[in-house]
Protein backbone atom coordinates (compact mmCIF):
# COMPACT_ATOMS: atom_id res chain seq x y z
CA UNK A 1 0.00 0.00 0.00
CA UNK A 2 1.51 3.28 -0.95
CA UNK A 3 0.25 6.61 1.38
CA UNK A 4 0.62 10.32 0.24
CA UNK A 5 -0.03 12.97 3.04
CA UNK A 6 0.02 16.52 2.24
CA UNK A 7 -1.04 19.75 4.22
CA UNK A 8 -0.50 22.82 2.18
CA UNK A 9 -3.02 23.55 -1.33
CA UNK A 10 0.23 22.84 -3.33
CA UNK A 11 0.87 19.49 -1.42
CA UNK A 12 -2.48 18.54 -2.05
CA UNK A 13 -2.13 19.13 -5.80
CA UNK A 14 1.04 17.72 -6.33
CA UNK A 15 -0.49 14.52 -4.25
CA UNK A 16 -3.26 14.49 -6.67
CA UNK A 17 -1.11 13.95 -9.86
CA UNK A 18 1.25 11.24 -8.12
CA UNK A 19 -1.64 9.72 -6.56
CA UNK A 20 -2.95 9.17 -10.42
CA UNK A 21 0.06 8.32 -11.88
CA UNK A 22 1.10 6.05 -9.28
CA UNK A 23 -2.33 4.74 -7.59
CA UNK A 24 -2.00 5.99 -4.52
CA UNK A 25 -4.65 8.24 -1.93
CA UNK A 26 -4.02 10.99 0.36
CA UNK A 27 -4.35 10.74 3.81
CA UNK A 28 -4.85 12.96 6.56
CA UNK A 29 -1.66 13.26 8.72
CA UNK A 30 -3.24 11.74 11.98
CA UNK A 31 -3.96 8.31 10.23
CA UNK A 32 -0.48 7.74 9.83
CA UNK A 33 -0.15 5.58 13.06
CA UNK A 34 -2.67 3.36 12.02
CA UNK A 35 -1.80 2.82 8.09
CA UNK A 36 2.15 2.77 8.69
CA UNK A 37 2.11 -1.38 9.91
CA UNK A 38 0.56 -2.12 6.02
CA UNK A 39 2.67 0.74 4.30
CA UNK A 40 5.00 -0.28 1.47
CA UNK A 41 6.01 3.28 0.74
CA UNK A 42 4.80 6.76 2.07
CA UNK A 43 5.08 10.28 0.03
CA UNK A 44 4.82 13.41 2.21
CA UNK A 45 4.58 16.43 1.00
CA UNK A 46 6.16 18.49 3.56
CA UNK A 47 9.79 19.70 4.70
CA UNK A 48 12.00 17.05 5.67
CA UNK A 49 12.21 18.02 9.25
CA UNK A 50 8.80 17.76 9.46
CA UNK A 51 8.40 14.47 8.25
CA UNK A 52 11.48 12.73 10.33
CA UNK A 53 9.77 14.34 13.56
CA UNK A 54 6.38 12.52 12.27
CA UNK A 55 7.84 8.80 11.32
CA UNK A 56 10.51 8.78 13.90
CA UNK A 57 8.57 7.19 16.40
CA UNK A 58 6.94 4.76 14.11
CA UNK A 59 10.23 2.94 12.43
CA UNK A 60 11.52 -0.44 14.22
CA UNK A 61 13.59 -2.07 11.48
CA UNK A 62 15.10 -1.00 7.77
CA UNK A 63 14.13 -4.53 6.66
CA UNK A 64 10.09 -3.95 7.54
CA UNK A 65 9.90 -0.23 7.51
CA UNK A 66 8.01 1.28 4.66
CA UNK A 67 10.25 3.43 2.09
CA UNK A 68 9.57 7.47 2.69
CA UNK A 69 9.65 9.72 0.02
CA UNK A 70 9.37 13.70 0.85
CA UNK A 71 8.53 16.37 -1.37
CA UNK A 72 9.36 19.73 -1.21
CA UNK A 73 6.72 22.43 -1.80
CA UNK A 74 7.67 23.93 -4.98
CA UNK A 75 8.11 20.18 -5.97
CA UNK A 76 11.57 20.57 -7.30
CA UNK A 77 13.23 17.22 -5.27
CA UNK A 78 11.98 13.81 -4.39
CA UNK A 79 14.02 13.32 -1.63
CA UNK A 80 14.66 9.14 -0.42
CA UNK A 81 14.51 9.78 3.40
CA UNK A 82 14.14 6.00 5.23
CA UNK A 83 13.96 2.84 4.13
CA UNK A 84 16.18 3.99 0.48
CA UNK A 85 17.24 0.29 -0.52
CA UNK A 86 15.42 -2.33 1.35
CA UNK A 87 11.89 -0.34 1.60
CA UNK A 88 12.31 0.81 -1.93
CA UNK A 89 12.27 4.67 -1.21
CA UNK A 90 15.28 5.03 -3.51
CA UNK A 91 13.06 3.64 -6.46
CA UNK A 92 10.00 5.58 -5.55
CA UNK A 93 11.85 8.44 -5.14
CA UNK A 94 12.68 8.18 -9.61
CA UNK A 95 9.32 7.34 -9.93
CA UNK A 96 7.68 10.39 -7.73
CA UNK A 97 10.21 12.90 -9.68
CA UNK A 98 9.12 11.38 -13.11
CA UNK A 99 5.47 12.50 -12.38
CA UNK A 100 6.56 15.69 -10.87
CA UNK A 101 9.15 16.72 -13.25
CA UNK A 102 11.26 16.42 -10.34
CA UNK A 103 15.19 16.01 -9.15
CA UNK A 104 15.02 12.67 -7.11
CA UNK A 105 17.74 12.64 -4.36
CA UNK A 106 19.35 9.40 -3.34
CA UNK A 107 22.23 9.35 -0.97
CA UNK A 108 22.24 5.48 -0.48
CA UNK A 109 25.93 4.83 -1.29
CA UNK A 110 24.91 1.77 -3.90
CA UNK A 111 22.12 3.34 -5.36
CA UNK A 112 24.05 6.78 -5.97
CA UNK A 113 26.81 5.13 -7.27
CA UNK A 114 24.97 2.70 -9.09
CA UNK A 115 26.37 -0.23 -7.61
CA UNK A 116 24.92 -3.40 -5.84
CA UNK A 117 25.21 -2.92 -2.10
CA UNK A 118 25.61 -5.59 0.47
CA UNK A 119 21.68 -4.50 1.54
CA UNK A 120 21.14 -5.64 -1.89
CA UNK A 121 22.55 -9.06 -1.18
CA UNK A 122 21.41 -10.42 2.11
CA UNK A 123 17.84 -9.37 0.30
CA UNK A 124 18.42 -11.25 -2.35
CA UNK A 125 19.50 -14.08 -0.82
CA UNK A 126 17.05 -13.51 2.41
CA UNK A 127 20.45 -14.51 4.12
CA UNK A 128 21.66 -14.65 7.96
CA UNK A 129 24.71 -12.31 8.75
CA UNK A 130 27.91 -13.29 10.65
CA UNK A 131 30.57 -9.81 11.00
CA UNK A 132 30.21 -6.24 10.21
CA UNK A 133 27.87 -5.46 7.89
CA UNK A 134 29.05 -1.80 7.43
CA UNK A 135 32.30 -2.15 7.20
CA UNK A 136 32.01 -4.95 4.60
CA UNK A 137 29.51 -2.57 2.93
CA UNK A 138 32.08 0.16 2.71
CA UNK A 139 34.77 -2.19 1.31
CA UNK A 140 32.13 -3.50 -1.26
CA UNK A 141 31.38 -0.04 -2.43
CA UNK A 142 34.90 1.29 -2.70
CA UNK A 143 35.76 -1.97 -4.61
CA UNK A 144 38.24 -3.29 -1.23
CA UNK A 145 35.89 -6.57 -0.72
CA UNK A 146 36.23 -9.70 -1.91
CA UNK A 147 33.11 -11.86 -2.86
CA UNK A 148 33.26 -15.87 -1.96
CA UNK A 149 30.01 -17.33 -3.43
CA UNK A 150 31.13 -20.70 -2.50
CA UNK A 151 27.32 -21.83 -3.54
CA UNK A 152 27.22 -20.05 -6.72
CA UNK A 153 24.07 -17.84 -6.40
CA UNK A 154 23.43 -16.00 -9.52
CA UNK A 155 24.00 -12.68 -8.00
CA UNK A 156 23.77 -8.95 -9.29
CA UNK A 157 26.98 -7.52 -11.17
CA UNK A 158 29.51 -6.10 -8.28
CA UNK A 159 31.78 -3.48 -8.28
CA UNK A 160 34.97 -3.90 -10.01
CA UNK A 161 37.75 -4.92 -7.37
CA UNK A 162 40.69 -2.22 -7.28
CA UNK A 163 43.73 -2.59 -4.70
CA UNK A 164 44.08 -4.69 -1.84
CA UNK A 165 41.14 -6.82 -0.21
CA UNK A 166 40.71 -5.46 3.22
CA UNK A 167 37.28 -7.18 3.64
CA UNK A 168 35.87 -10.89 2.44
CA UNK A 169 32.51 -11.78 2.30
CA UNK A 170 31.77 -15.22 2.21
CA UNK A 171 28.27 -16.98 0.98
CA UNK A 172 27.93 -20.22 2.75
CA UNK A 173 25.89 -22.55 4.42
CA UNK A 174 28.70 -24.00 6.66
CA UNK A 175 29.93 -22.97 9.44
CA UNK A 176 33.12 -20.54 9.75
CA UNK A 177 36.44 -23.00 9.23
CA UNK A 178 34.53 -26.11 7.09
CA UNK A 179 33.58 -23.88 4.13
CA UNK A 180 36.28 -25.15 1.94
CA UNK A 181 35.60 -28.69 2.80
CA UNK A 182 32.95 -28.63 0.64
CA UNK A 183 33.52 -25.59 -2.22
CA UNK A 184 32.37 -26.50 -5.40
CA UNK A 185 35.69 -26.66 -7.48
CA UNK A 186 35.96 -23.68 -9.85
CA UNK A 187 35.71 -25.22 -13.08
CA UNK A 188 31.92 -26.53 -11.87
CA UNK A 189 30.55 -22.88 -12.16
CA UNK A 190 33.18 -20.32 -12.57
CA UNK A 191 33.23 -18.32 -16.03
CA UNK A 192 35.62 -20.09 -18.59
CA UNK A 193 37.75 -16.38 -18.68
CA UNK A 194 37.36 -13.01 -16.91
CA UNK A 195 36.06 -10.15 -18.89
CA UNK A 196 39.23 -8.27 -18.81
CA UNK A 197 37.10 -5.16 -19.78
CA UNK A 198 35.36 -4.67 -16.66
CA UNK A 199 38.51 -5.48 -14.82
CA UNK A 200 36.41 -7.27 -12.26
CA UNK A 201 38.94 -9.94 -10.49
CA UNK A 202 35.94 -11.13 -8.04
CA UNK A 203 34.42 -14.71 -9.41
CA UNK A 204 30.88 -14.65 -9.95
CA UNK A 205 30.66 -18.40 -9.13
CA UNK A 206 33.11 -20.81 -7.63
CA UNK A 207 35.88 -19.89 -5.41
CA UNK A 208 38.06 -16.95 -5.90
CA UNK A 209 41.71 -16.94 -6.42
CA UNK A 210 43.82 -17.74 -3.36
CA UNK A 211 46.48 -15.31 -3.26
CA UNK A 212 43.53 -12.89 -2.78
CA UNK A 213 41.85 -14.88 0.12
CA UNK A 214 45.00 -14.95 1.56
CA UNK A 215 45.29 -11.32 2.14
CA UNK A 216 46.87 -10.98 5.34
CA UNK A 217 44.94 -7.90 6.93
CA UNK A 218 41.67 -9.21 5.39
CA UNK A 219 38.59 -9.04 7.64
CA UNK A 220 35.10 -11.37 7.28
CA UNK A 221 31.71 -11.40 7.06
CA UNK A 222 29.45 -14.60 5.99
CA UNK A 223 26.39 -14.51 4.64
CA UNK A 224 24.13 -17.60 5.50
CA UNK A 225 21.36 -17.97 2.91
CA UNK A 226 18.67 -20.48 3.27
CA UNK A 227 19.93 -23.58 1.34
CA UNK A 228 19.07 -26.79 2.89
CA UNK A 229 16.20 -28.76 3.61
CA UNK A 230 16.01 -31.80 6.74
CA UNK A 231 14.16 -34.41 5.99
CA UNK A 232 13.09 -36.14 9.24
CA UNK A 233 11.77 -39.58 10.10
CA UNK A 234 11.05 -41.08 13.06
CA UNK A 235 9.49 -44.30 15.59
CA UNK A 236 5.97 -43.12 16.73
CA UNK A 237 5.81 -40.96 20.08
CA UNK A 238 9.53 -39.99 19.92
CA UNK A 239 10.88 -37.29 22.54
CA UNK A 240 11.24 -33.50 20.63
CA UNK A 241 14.86 -33.83 22.68
CA UNK A 242 15.79 -37.14 20.57
CA UNK A 243 14.69 -35.01 17.41
CA UNK A 244 16.61 -31.68 18.26
CA UNK A 245 19.50 -33.45 18.92
CA UNK A 246 19.93 -35.50 16.19
CA UNK A 247 18.96 -32.52 13.94
CA UNK A 248 22.20 -30.68 16.02
CA UNK A 249 24.43 -33.03 14.19
CA UNK A 250 24.33 -31.66 11.01
CA UNK A 251 26.23 -28.97 12.59
CA UNK A 252 28.48 -30.46 15.09
CA UNK A 253 29.15 -33.87 12.68
CA UNK A 254 28.81 -32.14 9.22
CA UNK A 255 29.66 -28.43 9.63
CA UNK A 256 26.55 -27.29 8.31
CA UNK A 257 25.20 -23.91 9.97
CA UNK A 258 21.69 -24.66 11.36
CA UNK A 259 20.60 -20.79 10.21
CA UNK A 260 20.83 -22.33 6.53
CA UNK A 261 18.01 -25.07 7.10
CA UNK A 262 14.77 -23.89 4.72
CA UNK A 263 11.98 -25.85 5.41
CA UNK A 264 11.81 -29.70 6.96
CA UNK A 265 9.97 -32.68 5.27
CA UNK A 266 8.68 -36.26 6.30
CA UNK A 267 6.25 -38.94 5.14
CA UNK A 268 2.74 -37.79 5.63
CA UNK A 269 2.16 -40.45 8.12
CA UNK A 270 4.27 -38.20 10.99
CA UNK A 271 2.47 -34.87 9.92
CA UNK A 272 0.69 -34.91 13.22
CA UNK A 273 4.23 -36.46 15.30
CA UNK A 274 4.21 -34.28 18.49
CA UNK A 275 7.79 -34.63 19.01
CA UNK A 276 8.93 -33.56 15.25
CA UNK A 277 6.44 -30.62 15.34
CA UNK A 278 7.58 -29.54 18.59
CA UNK A 279 11.61 -29.89 18.02
CA UNK A 280 11.02 -27.51 14.56
CA UNK A 281 8.36 -25.00 15.70
CA UNK A 282 7.45 -22.74 14.61
CA UNK A 283 8.73 -23.96 10.78
CA UNK A 284 6.27 -25.79 9.37
CA UNK A 285 6.77 -30.11 8.59
CA UNK A 286 6.25 -30.59 4.17
CA UNK A 287 4.92 -34.15 3.85
CA UNK A 288 4.47 -36.42 1.11
CA UNK A 289 2.69 -39.33 0.62
CA UNK A 290 5.04 -42.77 1.22
CA UNK A 291 4.09 -43.57 -2.98
CA UNK A 292 5.97 -40.72 -4.00
CA UNK A 293 8.82 -41.25 -1.40
CA UNK A 294 9.48 -44.93 -2.30
CA UNK A 295 10.03 -43.77 -6.47
CA UNK A 296 12.93 -41.69 -5.01
CA UNK A 297 16.45 -42.98 -5.25
CA UNK A 298 18.28 -42.81 -2.11
CA UNK A 299 22.27 -44.02 -0.88
CA UNK A 300 20.76 -45.52 2.58
CA UNK A 301 17.66 -47.40 1.84
CA UNK A 302 15.88 -49.82 4.43
CA UNK A 303 13.48 -52.46 3.62
CA UNK A 304 12.94 -52.05 7.44
CA UNK A 305 11.16 -48.70 7.00
CA UNK A 306 9.40 -50.11 3.59
CA UNK A 307 7.37 -52.47 5.63
CA UNK A 308 6.92 -50.13 8.56
CA UNK A 309 5.59 -46.73 6.65
CA UNK A 310 5.35 -48.19 2.79
CA UNK A 311 8.65 -46.28 1.60
CA UNK A 312 12.40 -47.85 1.90
CA UNK A 313 13.76 -44.25 3.12
CA UNK A 314 11.77 -41.22 4.92
CA UNK A 315 14.65 -39.25 5.73
CA UNK A 316 17.07 -38.99 2.47
CA UNK A 317 13.50 -39.23 0.45
CA UNK A 318 11.95 -36.44 2.10
CA UNK A 319 14.55 -34.50 1.81
CA UNK A 320 15.50 -34.30 -1.75
CA UNK A 321 11.92 -34.51 -2.82
CA UNK A 322 10.99 -30.96 -0.99
CA UNK A 323 13.91 -29.71 -2.16
CA UNK A 324 12.97 -30.81 -5.99
CA UNK A 325 9.75 -28.65 -5.18
CA UNK A 326 12.11 -25.82 -4.41
CA UNK A 327 14.01 -26.33 -8.20
CA UNK A 328 15.80 -29.06 -7.42
CA UNK A 329 18.56 -30.12 -4.60
CA UNK A 330 21.35 -32.76 -3.75
CA UNK A 331 21.60 -34.92 -0.88
CA UNK A 332 24.47 -33.69 1.26
CA UNK A 333 24.28 -35.01 4.54
CA UNK A 334 22.63 -38.72 4.25
CA UNK A 335 21.40 -40.44 6.94
CA UNK A 336 22.00 -39.50 10.07
CA UNK A 337 20.81 -42.39 12.79
CA UNK A 338 19.18 -41.20 16.07
CA UNK A 339 17.34 -42.55 19.19
CA UNK A 340 14.59 -43.26 17.25
CA UNK A 341 14.81 -41.19 14.66
CA UNK A 342 16.56 -40.48 11.23
CA UNK A 343 17.92 -37.06 9.73
CA UNK A 344 19.21 -35.96 6.44
CA UNK A 345 19.50 -32.58 4.85
CA UNK A 346 19.48 -31.89 1.15
CA UNK A 347 20.44 -28.77 0.04
CA UNK A 348 19.10 -26.90 -2.92
CA UNK A 349 20.87 -26.04 -5.78
CA UNK A 350 20.84 -22.27 -6.95
CA UNK A 351 19.85 -21.80 -10.68
CA UNK A 352 21.06 -19.50 -13.42
CA UNK A 353 18.42 -16.76 -13.95
CA UNK A 354 17.47 -15.65 -17.57
CA UNK A 355 15.64 -12.53 -17.73
CA UNK A 356 14.04 -11.97 -20.93
CA UNK A 357 13.22 -8.48 -21.61
CA UNK A 358 11.32 -6.25 -23.98
CA UNK A 359 12.72 -2.93 -24.20
CA UNK A 360 9.53 -1.02 -26.05
CA UNK A 361 9.57 0.89 -28.50
CA UNK A 362 12.64 2.90 -27.95
CA UNK A 363 11.48 6.06 -25.93
CA UNK A 364 12.85 5.67 -22.22
CA UNK A 365 9.09 6.36 -20.91
CA UNK A 366 7.87 3.56 -22.82
CA UNK A 367 10.14 1.04 -21.49
CA UNK A 368 8.40 -0.65 -18.52
CA UNK A 369 10.41 -0.25 -14.64
CA UNK A 370 10.51 -3.79 -14.65
CA UNK A 371 12.50 -3.77 -17.21
CA UNK A 372 15.05 -1.34 -15.87
CA UNK A 373 15.20 -3.74 -12.74
CA UNK A 374 15.90 -6.70 -14.47
CA UNK A 375 18.68 -5.21 -16.24
CA UNK A 376 20.46 -4.20 -12.91
CA UNK A 377 19.75 -7.39 -11.69
CA UNK A 378 21.91 -9.14 -14.35
CA UNK A 379 25.43 -9.63 -14.42
CA UNK A 380 25.47 -10.46 -18.10
CA UNK A 381 23.45 -8.47 -20.62
CA UNK A 382 22.63 -10.34 -24.15
CA UNK A 383 21.65 -8.07 -26.97
CA UNK A 384 22.53 -6.71 -30.38
CA UNK A 385 24.68 -3.77 -30.64
CA UNK A 386 22.17 -1.30 -30.82
CA UNK A 387 19.74 -2.02 -28.41
CA UNK A 388 22.54 -2.49 -25.62
CA UNK A 389 23.82 0.92 -26.67
CA UNK A 390 20.27 2.10 -25.91
CA UNK A 391 20.25 0.85 -22.45
CA UNK A 392 24.16 1.05 -21.69
CA UNK A 393 23.42 4.02 -18.75
CA UNK A 394 20.92 2.00 -17.33
CA UNK A 395 23.69 -1.10 -16.50
CA UNK A 396 25.50 -1.40 -13.39
CA UNK A 397 29.30 -1.04 -12.91
CA UNK A 398 31.10 -4.46 -13.42
CA UNK A 399 28.32 -6.21 -15.73
CA UNK A 400 29.78 -7.95 -18.79
CA UNK A 401 28.19 -7.36 -22.19
CA UNK A 402 27.52 -9.66 -25.34
CA UNK A 403 26.52 -7.79 -28.18
CA UNK A 404 26.97 -8.81 -31.48
CA UNK A 405 25.14 -7.38 -34.81
CA UNK A 406 21.96 -7.91 -37.05
CA UNK A 407 21.36 -11.65 -37.80
CA UNK A 408 22.97 -13.34 -34.92
CA UNK A 409 19.14 -13.44 -33.43
CA UNK A 410 19.43 -17.70 -32.75
CA UNK A 411 22.95 -17.26 -31.40
CA UNK A 412 22.35 -14.39 -28.56
CA UNK A 413 19.25 -16.69 -27.89
CA UNK A 414 21.61 -19.88 -27.11
CA UNK A 415 24.03 -18.06 -25.94
CA UNK A 416 22.34 -16.07 -23.07
CA UNK A 417 20.87 -19.82 -22.25
CA UNK A 418 24.03 -21.52 -22.19
CA UNK A 419 25.22 -18.23 -19.64
CA UNK A 420 22.71 -18.68 -17.80
CA UNK A 421 22.79 -22.57 -17.59
CA UNK A 422 26.42 -21.71 -15.82
CA UNK A 423 24.60 -20.12 -13.29
CA UNK A 424 24.40 -16.51 -13.75
CA UNK A 425 22.41 -14.01 -13.82
CA UNK A 426 21.46 -13.11 -17.51
CA UNK A 427 19.74 -10.21 -19.27
CA UNK A 428 18.52 -10.78 -23.43
CA UNK A 429 16.98 -7.95 -24.30
CA UNK A 430 15.27 -6.85 -27.71
CA UNK A 431 13.00 -4.55 -28.57
CA UNK A 432 9.11 -4.71 -28.50
CA UNK A 433 8.17 -7.16 -26.41
CA UNK A 434 10.38 -10.14 -26.13
CA UNK A 435 7.89 -12.51 -27.06
CA UNK A 436 6.47 -11.34 -30.32
CA UNK A 437 8.40 -12.00 -33.12
CA UNK A 438 11.77 -11.66 -30.83
CA UNK A 439 13.81 -13.20 -28.70
CA UNK A 440 11.81 -15.14 -25.99
CA UNK A 441 10.61 -17.67 -28.52
CA UNK A 442 14.47 -18.98 -29.52
CA UNK A 443 15.62 -18.66 -26.18
CA UNK A 444 13.30 -21.07 -24.69
CA UNK A 445 13.17 -23.21 -27.37
CA UNK A 446 16.42 -24.06 -26.03
CA UNK A 447 16.29 -23.46 -22.31
CA UNK A 448 15.78 -26.69 -19.93
CA UNK A 449 13.97 -26.57 -16.16
CA UNK A 450 17.50 -26.01 -14.62
CA UNK A 451 17.30 -22.35 -15.14
CA UNK A 452 14.62 -19.93 -13.66
CA UNK A 453 13.25 -17.92 -16.38
CA UNK A 454 11.56 -14.57 -16.03
CA UNK A 455 9.54 -12.48 -18.65
CA UNK A 456 9.37 -8.59 -18.64
CA UNK A 457 6.66 -7.42 -21.05
CA UNK A 458 7.58 -4.91 -23.71
CA UNK A 459 5.22 -2.20 -25.37
CA UNK A 460 5.03 -4.15 -28.87
CA UNK A 461 5.30 -1.78 -32.12
CA UNK A 462 1.34 -3.13 -32.50
CA UNK A 463 0.39 -1.42 -29.39
CA UNK A 464 2.97 1.30 -30.03
CA UNK A 465 1.53 2.36 -33.39
CA UNK A 466 -2.29 1.52 -32.31
CA UNK A 467 -1.48 4.36 -29.66
CA UNK A 468 -0.16 6.85 -32.31
CA UNK A 469 -3.20 6.18 -35.15
CA UNK A 470 -6.04 6.36 -32.34
CA UNK A 471 -7.89 3.24 -31.63
CA UNK A 472 -7.43 0.67 -34.73
CA UNK A 473 -7.09 -2.22 -32.50
CA UNK A 474 -10.66 -1.90 -30.69
CA UNK A 475 -12.09 -5.11 -31.82
CA UNK A 476 -10.14 -8.11 -32.67
CA UNK A 477 -6.94 -7.93 -34.37
CA UNK A 478 -4.22 -10.40 -36.07
CA UNK A 479 -0.49 -10.17 -36.15
CA UNK A 480 1.10 -11.42 -39.01
CA UNK A 481 4.95 -11.30 -40.50
CA UNK A 482 5.16 -10.82 -44.19
CA UNK A 483 9.24 -11.78 -43.41
CA UNK A 484 10.13 -15.16 -45.21
CA UNK A 485 12.94 -15.74 -43.75
CA UNK A 486 11.57 -18.66 -41.28
CA UNK A 487 7.99 -18.79 -42.71
CA UNK A 488 7.53 -19.81 -46.57
CA UNK A 489 5.64 -16.90 -48.71
CA UNK A 490 2.91 -19.23 -49.84
CA UNK A 491 2.13 -19.93 -45.65
CA UNK A 492 2.05 -16.21 -45.21
CA UNK A 493 -0.20 -15.81 -48.40
CA UNK A 494 -2.66 -18.46 -46.94
CA UNK A 495 -2.62 -16.45 -43.63
CA UNK A 496 -3.12 -13.17 -45.06
CA UNK A 497 -5.86 -14.40 -47.09
CA UNK A 498 -7.52 -15.73 -43.92
CA UNK A 499 -6.92 -12.98 -41.86
CA UNK A 500 -8.58 -10.45 -45.10
CA UNK A 501 -11.79 -12.87 -45.51
CA UNK A 502 -12.10 -12.99 -41.80
CA UNK A 503 -12.62 -8.78 -41.53
CA UNK A 504 -9.74 -8.82 -38.79
CA UNK A 505 -8.00 -5.72 -38.50
CA UNK A 506 -4.67 -6.55 -39.53
CA UNK A 507 -1.14 -5.43 -38.33
CA UNK A 508 2.35 -6.03 -40.41
CA UNK A 509 5.36 -6.63 -38.91
CA UNK A 510 8.22 -6.24 -41.31
CA UNK A 511 6.09 -5.33 -44.49
CA UNK A 512 8.67 -3.92 -46.65
CA UNK A 513 12.71 -4.28 -47.29
CA UNK A 514 14.84 -3.45 -49.79
CA UNK A 515 14.66 -6.77 -51.23
CA UNK A 516 11.24 -7.97 -50.09
CA UNK A 517 9.76 -4.84 -51.89
CA UNK A 518 6.72 -6.23 -53.60
CA UNK A 519 4.90 -8.20 -51.68
CA UNK A 520 3.20 -5.34 -49.20
CA UNK A 521 1.79 -4.56 -52.88
CA UNK A 522 0.57 -8.25 -53.52
CA UNK A 523 -1.09 -8.40 -49.71
CA UNK A 524 -3.04 -5.05 -49.90
CA UNK A 525 -4.28 -6.18 -53.58
CA UNK A 526 -6.05 -9.57 -51.46
CA UNK A 527 -7.55 -6.95 -48.55
CA UNK A 528 -9.18 -4.51 -51.84
CA UNK A 529 -11.20 -7.57 -52.58
CA UNK A 530 -12.74 -7.73 -49.02
CA UNK A 531 -12.68 -4.04 -47.87
CA UNK A 532 -14.15 -1.14 -49.05
CA UNK A 533 -12.08 1.14 -50.86
CA UNK A 534 -11.96 3.58 -47.81
CA UNK A 535 -10.90 1.38 -45.35
CA UNK A 536 -8.26 2.78 -43.77
CA UNK A 537 -4.63 1.66 -43.67
CA UNK A 538 -2.26 3.46 -41.20
CA UNK A 539 1.48 3.67 -40.81
CA UNK A 540 3.67 4.10 -37.95
CA UNK A 541 7.59 4.86 -38.88
CA UNK A 542 10.09 4.52 -35.98
CA UNK A 543 7.86 4.89 -33.31
CA UNK A 544 9.26 6.69 -30.20
CA UNK A 545 12.22 7.36 -31.61
CA UNK A 546 13.58 10.33 -33.42
CA UNK A 547 12.16 10.66 -37.01
CA UNK A 548 9.17 9.32 -36.11
CA UNK A 549 6.37 9.42 -38.82
CA UNK A 550 2.48 8.38 -38.54
CA UNK A 551 0.60 8.54 -41.50
CA UNK A 552 -3.11 7.30 -42.48
CA UNK A 553 -4.27 6.58 -46.23
CA UNK A 554 -7.74 5.25 -47.48
CA UNK A 555 -6.80 1.51 -48.45
CA UNK A 556 -7.39 2.56 -52.47
CA UNK A 557 -4.47 5.12 -51.98
CA UNK A 558 -2.07 3.75 -49.66
CA UNK A 559 1.13 3.73 -50.99
CA UNK A 560 3.30 0.54 -49.87
CA UNK A 561 7.26 2.32 -51.68
CA UNK A 562 6.58 5.30 -48.34
CA UNK A 563 7.20 2.21 -46.36
CA UNK A 564 10.01 0.20 -44.58
CA UNK A 565 11.51 -2.27 -42.15
CA UNK A 566 11.25 0.41 -39.71
CA UNK A 567 7.30 0.97 -40.29
CA UNK A 568 4.09 -1.10 -38.92
CA UNK A 569 1.05 -1.09 -41.11
CA UNK A 570 -2.14 -1.76 -39.83
CA UNK A 571 -5.17 -2.32 -42.15
CA UNK A 572 -8.71 -1.37 -41.03
CA UNK A 573 -11.36 -3.95 -40.71
CA UNK A 574 -14.30 -3.19 -42.73
CA UNK A 575 -16.05 -1.50 -39.68
CA UNK A 576 -13.17 0.79 -38.92
CA UNK A 577 -13.12 4.56 -39.84
CA UNK A 578 -11.39 7.72 -39.20
CA UNK A 579 -12.97 9.54 -36.53
CA UNK A 580 -11.38 13.48 -35.98
CA UNK A 581 -8.30 11.98 -37.99
CA UNK A 582 -7.54 9.01 -35.77
CA UNK A 583 -8.18 5.30 -36.95
CA UNK A 584 -11.16 4.34 -34.82
CA UNK A 585 -12.21 0.63 -34.54
CA UNK A 586 -15.96 0.41 -32.91
CA UNK A 587 -15.75 -2.57 -30.05
CA UNK A 588 -18.97 -4.12 -31.52
CA UNK A 589 -21.80 -3.53 -29.24
CA UNK A 590 -23.48 -0.80 -27.00
CA UNK A 591 -23.05 -0.11 -24.30
CA UNK A 592 -25.65 -0.23 -21.57
Same mark, same amino acid.
Given at each position: ???L???T???R ?17 D ?10 ? /? ?7 A ?8 ? /??K ?18 L ?15 A *? ?15 G ?11 ? *? ?100 L ?40 L ?5 GI ?20 ? %???PS ?23 ? #? ?11 D ?60 ? %? ?8 E ?13 ? *? ?11 ? /? ?6 ? #?????I? %? ?29 S ?38 A ?8 R????PV ?32 V ?16 R ?5
Amino acid at each position: MLALFAVTDAGRRAAAEVGAALGATTHPLDALPTLWPDLDG /AVFFLATGATVRLIAPLL /ADKRTDPGVVCVDEARRFAVALAGGHGGGANALATRVA *AVLGAEPVITTASDAAGSTGLDELVGLLD *AQVDGDLAAAGTALLDGAALVENLLGFPLPPLPPLVGEVRHTITITDRTPGSERLTAPEPSTRAPESADSRTGDRRLAHGRPPTRARETADSRGTRLVPPTLVVGIGSARGVPAQAVTDTIRRLETEHGFDLRAIRAYASVDLKADEAGILAAIAPAPLLTHPAAELAGIE %VPNPSEVVRAEVGTPSVAEAAALHSAASF #GGGELVVGKIKGDNVTVAAARVRPRGRLAIVGLGPGAADLRVPRADAELRRASIVVGLDQYVDQVAHLLRPGTE %VHASGLGDEEQRAADAVALAAKGY *AVALIGSGDAGVY /AMASPALQ #GAGDDID %VVGVPGVTAALSAAALLGAPLGHDHVLISLSDLHTPWPVIQERVAAAAAANFVTCFYNPRSRDRHWQLGAVLDVFREHRPADTPVGAVRQSGRPGQRVWCKPLSEFDPTEVDMLTTVVVGSSATRMVGGRMVTPRGYRWA
